[in-house]
């Protein structure tokens, strides 16, 4: 039995679902859906058709998990509580503060359908925050530190395009070496937003535009930038295209704590990414395996990666994972 | 509702579990069990009794969870299955290759009893198998290296004691760091055990016993230190005492992969541990947490740290998890 898998968005994440698929042998892509015309999406693998996405409700049948590769801004809010009625779905919606109000309209959408939900799915939010969870489970008298990077920052790399006079831009958010150094020895630093990460932005300017000026609304921006140290350099289009096509990301999650008398115990987790997108779908996918599992077991709901136990994950059986992996 | 947590054998890891019982404001230690004299256990708080062991029965109605802290060579293979009987139990069962029997002899006397016995927690058997799960669950095509230290190992210490001549001993694994590096580098690297892990030994030696040959049985010694680049360093019973009384340990799980096209990606979880049974017992209360939970839900049988969702670990209600940690 392989588990019949559908993707709702092609993107850079849709195209790494694809390719996911492609390395578990226990999963099959049926099919791929979009927005655009079907004809203009080329898939990796030619044999798999792609579908209007106002046809899926066409498929509820033909797929066990639909795997959502919309954005988080505009795609998955309305998306997500939609086809959640009428498939299994797992879905990387990652605006934190918006998770509560997400889960709640997914949930409401899939229960009474009989679907599950997997919503949130990725590294952060994700494994990082079963790390987070973890760390702090375990060591309950502690601190929690996350570090992202070096990585590139989708939306602070957007925040930089919206700036008139801009013509591309790419920010890369880094870790403070000392400030990850201070955290790892165990002696709990309080540390503010500027100490923990500064922001490289790399800038291409439209012609005749002054570059102090926008220099200046970059390290001023509010949210954005105005909290970090921020370097900004001008390069040319061909740079961008050249230097800054990858999508490189990672960073920690170091839980800090002290037991018994005075001892420091220090847990870290930490990815180096080349490819953001395609890590992230790498997790999706093993999520999917996790959601065709639930499903089966007659469970229904949101839920997140909070309420997945790590076996759900695996191809393997229970017995297999006890004898090889305990 | 405090979980009424009881203690069975207080040795390093039994008082390493009172402590953290003591961090953890939803439970409660109702009482320790001992095979020794009760009045010879001195317990860090002196208001929870201490109790013969054959009495253990009659606390059934006022323990919710019974936490096993006997070893894994001759204590848990008995009190395991014959205390799952009677308790919602969790123990640091950590002989690998004995997990899968263990595991059944200890389901076969849980469920029936209506009991959950979590089997084989801590951080390896524990966490570190949670990440070698995570990591092939994520990253299918790929390898996953485990490396320990550093840190003093109790089985290679033991071994050492056992050497004729040898009034004293500790032993020490240390990760090689040019092994460490390759696999962190992403290349995945084939290592051989000499090449992952070296082995410093600090021996006392009895009076009169000729070094020389005490340390040829040790470096030549079969499963122990045969495959491994060994050192010994005499010293003497002082310097024991006083330089190698602290039991450190960590280490780390490297999950090395490559998806789409060629991206290489690393996941790395580690451990800096000054204490190892107090992170050992701290990881066993956040566990029996758990436990309690499942009981509650009407679950039965043995499960290990795969079986186990991490919200269940965690004091803090699933919608305070998405919103806090998400």
Redesign the interface.
Known sequence: MTIRVGIAGYGNLGR?VE??IN??KDMELVGVFTRRNPEDVKLLNGNVSVHMMDDIHKFTDAIDVLILCGGSKNDLPEQGPALSALFNTVDSFDT?AK??GY?EAVDASAKPNGKIAII?VGWD?G?F??????G??????GATYTFWGKGLSQGHSDALRRIEGVKGAVQYTIPVPDAVDKV?S?SLPELTTREKHTRECYVVLADGVDGNKVKETIVTMPDYFTDYDTTVTFITEEELKQDHSAMPHGGFVIRSGK??ED?????????????NP??T???LV?YA?AAYRLHQNGETGAK????????L???KS??D???E??
Chains 1, 2 share one sequence.
Not at 136 to 141: G, I
Not at 264 to 269: D, L, S, T
Not at 304 to 311: E, L
């Open positions: 790494g390719s996911a390395q578990n934190h998770i509560p889960f949130s939010p494994l925050s079963i790390n987070r969870l973890y702090e489970a375990v060591l309950s008298e790892r165990g037991t018994g001892s420091a115990q220090v847990m870290e987790y930490s990815l180096k990414l080349d490819s395609e890590f779908s790498s997790v093993a395996r997140t990666v909070f309420d997945i136990a790590p076996g994950l695996s191809p229970a017995a994972l006890r004898k992996l305990l």
